[in-house]
């Protein structure tokens, strides 16, 4: 894989700390990566997407870098680098952590985070640094500065980008789970929030395309998403067990944390830190279900309804049983394409700060 290089700002001296100087209106044409600062005080790095919430991420972000400064100089090296376009903060994560970074922070949404901790694996495995001698590992943190910014919301964290810096200064860590799925072929690919299947995936697809419209953009994507919609007849295997058949399946949905479409807490017992996945089914949910049952989605009290099934999982494959593989997938959000899949916990698999 080839990685261009962006600029590293850094506070420590004699390096210069550049991040307001760099915010510029244009972002760099070059697709750059981050290089290690040459002081070893420990290296943070913030992969910052400056288009996040319609690019109120840059706009906070320029805001925040004097007091990001203030509270971490003289102990980190600050390294900023901008994201030029989607997984872009992949290629930045796996640099980073290579060069033995103590930290690599997304700044941005739930995508965002999802690039990162994409980068944290490569080859199926967990990226390292290359000095064989590094003691540390690299830690993943979180600056939500996104649209929905759901996988803050687990954890309670405001969206309140000086309590993030807090975090990142405490330096307080725990190992969480991560998800990886699994298609036909192809790299494995990670999620570290809610994985889901059919109507909510295809309405998310269509909600990514209404970032503008802040939150309204979910509400766009479901009426979109609701146009030809069919339930289906779904297959699934748990734990490698036997196949069972799901029929008329609305929606399926694996947290590893518990809120995804800004604010649904939809998988209400997942917990990142578990070692298992909750698993949702909403089967044979019609329209006017989701006008009906909208507000025990967001406050997660929907499990109690007798069309909605729950479990604890650690692997499920998902299969769908007639049909020509166009029953969405998406993870964190994001667009993975279409059945079948299988999705395993990877166990503490990143140290996260928080
Ligand atoms: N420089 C860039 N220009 C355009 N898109 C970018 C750039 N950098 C990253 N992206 C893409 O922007 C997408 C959305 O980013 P992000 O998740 O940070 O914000 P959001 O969608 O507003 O928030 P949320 O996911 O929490 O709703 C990501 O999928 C990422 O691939």
Excluded at 50 to 78: C, F, H, M, Q
Excluded at 112 to 139: I, R
Excluded at 163 to 179: F, L, W
Aim: glycine share 12%; net charge neutral.
């Amino acid at each position: 894989m080839v990685f261009n290089r962006i600029a590293v700002l850094a506070v420590s001296k004699p390096l210069v700390f550049k991040a307001e100087q760099s915010m510029a209106s244009e972002l760099p044409t070059d697709r750059t990566s981050y290089r290690r600062a040459s002081t070893r005080k420990g290296d943070i790095v913030f992969v910052v997407n400056p288009k996040g919430a319609n690019g109120r991420t840059g706009k906070e972000w320029k805001k925040l870098v004097p007091y990001l400064r203030s509270r971490l100089d003289g102990v980190y090296n600050i390294c900023e680098s901008f994201t030029s376009g989607p997984s872009h903060a992949i290629d930045i994560t796996r640099e980073a952590i290579r060069e033995g970074a103590d930290g690599v922070i997304a700044v941005g949404g739930d995508g965002t985070l999802h690039e990162v901790v994409n980068g944290f694996f490569w080859g199926g495995k967990p990226v390292a640094a290359e000095d064989q001698e590094a003691t540390h590992t690299t830690a993943l943190g979180l600056i939500p500065l996104g649209t929905g910014s759901d996988f803050a919301r687990t954890f309670g964290w405001k969206n309140d980008p000086h309590d993030a810096i807090e975090r990142i200064v405490k330096g307080q860590k725990s190992r969480i789970d991560v998800g990886v799925i699994n298609g036909e072929s192809g790299e494995p690919h990670y999620f570290i929030n809610v994985a889901d299947i059919h109507l909510s995936a295809k309405a998310g697809y269509y909600a990514s395309q209404y970032k503008r419209f802040g939150n309204l953009c979910y509400v766009i994507g479901a009426l979109r998403g609701f146009v030809g919609h069919k339930n289906q007849d779904l297959r699934i295997k748990v734990n490698g067990g036997e196949w069972e058949i799901f029929p008329q399946v609305t929606a399926l949905c694996i947290g590893n944390a518990k809120f995804f479409g800004g604010g649904m807490k939809i998988t209400p017992n997942a917990d990142p830190c578990s070692g298992d996945f909750e698993v949702v089914i909403l089967q044979d949910f019609k329209w006017y279900d989701f006008i009906l049952k909208l507000h025990k989605l967001y406050q997660g009290t929907h499990l109690a309804e007798k069309n909605v099934h729950s479990r604890s999982v650690k692997t499920i494959e998902v299969e769908e049983i007639t049909g020509g593989g166009s029953i969405y997938v998406q993870s964190d959000g994001e667009h993975l394409g279409f059945l079948p899949r299988k999705f395993c916990v990877l166990p503490a698999a990143i140290e996260m700060l928080c």
